[in-house]
């Protein structure tokens, strides 16, 4: 991966070459190992061709975001269907996670039929844990009270929903950046959080493996589209002293990867509609593909986690 | 500021004149049908994740009309909360406040921060 950054003209970890490996990469599906801050890379196809499964590990989760039901303008005119095929696929996994994480925008336009069509199609997963933050489309209205209303009940969320928990030695964390946007702003976290997240972690032990998920980058993907948070730095300044940290999020519509240190950045595909890369449209908004495409630039993300191995495998594959 | 909304849309051609008052908005809603979509006075259009114009000036009493033109939801919020805050907009819908005490109003989309706007308000 030596000739991954080879321009990274914005101190950022990823330059034009890179982002379009990683963009075309996504397509197909990739399972990403970092060992010693080097990262490898397989395709999926690679992994189902050869004559050993996975090997066993002692946690496996999936990450779905940006699900967006509700939406149905051109670009996917049938995102509860497409969120069905993501379920389809995860309970035809040999493996079944032990758990999903939803990185948010659940619905569209926060409408309560919306997260009922949302609950009423999950019912149908196999896997029945789901950790939930929230997308801005999900808090639109009244701040995020029908989302906690549905979604925080098993858990001990602080504030406007932040929450950790511990599974198999591996402490998770889900950060809400989505609610009291500034003018001019990116997402963000907010003293509070913040002051709860340094707390959160203060006695944890450097070996302990962290995983960071929130909707927004927390990492400045691209500024100017808004996909990064004002104040992440601050918050990854409380986990630069672990060894092993994974930072998932959404709203982006694609995967992205960055590395840094013992950090990995990673974005997730959406089920509903891809979004264009960074600066390449006019705007964010939903992006138009072939109808028969679509699926291959739709998907969901896997992590798996082997205790005494200081990284997480993630592998992303597409719903083609 | 005071605020409501209102499900007229209006559409009608605007060469250089200044101002109308409320009854030619009334005409103009009527004229609606069938015509060119074209950017009304006090109408803002949000479009590509911006508010344009970005800065407007309207008279104290003129109602103000922003419309969303993108696929993406957008909310329009005063900085200062000096007036009601619009719901979120979904592609075509519209929101509309009519302009109150003279002053400077800066507002945003509490879903995407980055868009700003400004009205200014002058006396009538």
């Keep these: 991966m030596s000739d991954y950054i080879t321009h990274d003209h914005e101190h950022d970890g990823i330059d034009r070459r890179g982002f379009l490996q990683c963009m075309a990469w996504a397509g197909s599906g990739l399972l990403w190992t970092v060992s010693g801050g080097v990262l490898a890379s397989k395709t999926l196809a690679e992994i189902a061709k050869a004559a050993d499964p996975l090997p066993a590990t002692d946690l496996s989760f999936l990450q779905i975001s940006d699900s967006h039901i509700g939406f149905s303008k051109e670009a996917n005119k049938d995102v509860t269907a497409t969120f069905k095929i993501a379920l389809d696929r995860i309970n035809a996994m040999s493996t079944p996670p032990s758990f999903l994480i939803h990185t948010g925008d659940i619905t569209q336009l926060s409408k309560p039929e919306e997260f009922d069509t949302f609950d009423q199609v999950l019912k149908g997963c196999r896997t029945k844990d789901v950790f939930y933050v929230p997308g801005e489309h999900d808090v639109l209205n009244d701040g995020g009270k029908l989302y906690r209303d549905r979604y925080l009940k098993s858990i001990e ?69 808004g996909w990064g948070t004002d104040d992440s730095e601050q918050a990854l300044g409380y986990l630069k002293r672990f060894g092993s940290v994974t930072v998932l999020n959404g709203h982006i519509h694609q995967v992205l990867q960055k590395v840094e240190g013992n950090v990995t950045f990673h974005t997730a595909m959406s089920t509903a509609f891809p979004q264009p890369a960074p600066g390449t449209a006019p705007n964010p908004g939903p992006l138009n593909v072939p109808s028969e495409k679509l699926r291959s630039v739709l998907g969901l993300t896997s992590i798996q986690y082997k205790q005494g191995k200081s990284a997480l495998a993630v592998v992303d594959s597409n719903l083609s | 500021m005071t605020t409501f909304t209102t499900k007229n849309k209006t559409a009608v051609l605007i060469c250089g004149i200044a101002f109308l008052n409320l009854s030619l908005f009334a005409i103009a809603g009527e004229m609606k049908n069938g015509e060119e979509k074209i950017p009304t006075q006090n109408q ?12 407007l000036t309207v008279k104290s009493g003129e109602k103000i009309t922003w419309i969303n033109r993108d696929e993406e939801p957008h909310t329009v919020v005063s900085v200062e909360k000096q007036f009601k805050k619009s719901t979120a907009l979904d592609t075509d819908q519209e929101f509309t406040v009519t302009a109150g005490a003279p002053g400077t109003y800066t507002y945003f989309c509490s879903v995407h921060p980055k868009m700003t706007g400004t009205i200014v308000v002058v006396k009538s």
Excluded: C, M, R
Aim: no cysteine; net charge negative.
């Design chain 1, 157 to 225: 969320a602080k504030g406007s929903g932040w929450y950790s928990f511990s599974k198999n030695g591996v402490h998770f964390i889900g950060l809400v950046n989505v609610l009291d946007l500034q003018a001019g702003g990116l997402g963000q976290l907010g003293d509070e959080q913040l002051e709860w997240l340094e707390a959160d972690v203060k006695d944890l032990g450097t070996s302990t493996p962290i995983v960071v998920f929130a909707h927004i980058p927390l990492w400045a993907v691209y500024p100017q589209w």
């Design chain 2, 44 to 55: 803002i259009e949000i479009k590509d994740f911006a508010f344009n114009p970005q800065i």
